[in-house]
């Protein structure tokens, strides 16, 4: 059982940058996969990034690769993601999720999930 805990939303202008943090518990986070989605009013959720268990494979959805950078510190039972360059269309709340058979880029790869955090940019 892992347990998520997202921080770091807020409201920011455009062009500006917020870095959200994913706080794991359980002594198994190291062994999993983690990933970011977001959910924008009205629309479904869709994935944003995610990272293997070891940090050294990454992938990124085409609307934030190059903006949008995911790490994890698995002494710290934390994954982050680093948020560049915003703009409106990144308005969403934004879920950290952890998954114990790899990970992928759609929610149903994913068996825990947080609660989420509000990111809001303004124009």
């Known amino acids: 059982q892992v347990q998520l805990v997202e921080s770091g939303g807020g409201l920011v202008q455009a062009g500006g940058s917020l870095r959200l943090s994913c706080a794991a518990s359980?002594?198994?986070?190291?062994?999993?996969?983690m990933g970011w989605f977001r959910q924008a009013p009205g629309k479904e959720r869709e994935f944003v990034a995610a990272?293997?268990?070891?940090?050294?494979?990454?992938y990124y959805a085409d609307s934030v690769k190059g903006r949008f950078t995911i790490s994890r510190d698995n002494a710290k039972y934390t994954v982050y993601l680093q948020m560049n360059t915003l703009t409106p269309e990144d308005t969403a709340r934004y879920y950290c999720?952890?998954?114990?058979?790899?990970?992928?880029?759609?929610?149903?790869?994913?068996?825990?999930w947080g609660q989420g955090t509000q990111v809001t940019v303004s124009s």
């Open positions: 999720a952890a998954s114990h058979t790899g990970g992928g880029l759609g929610a149903p790869d994913y068996d825990y």
């Open positions: 990272i293997d268990w070891s940090g050294r494979s990454t």
């Open positions: 359980g002594r198994s986070f190291r062994t999993y996969a």
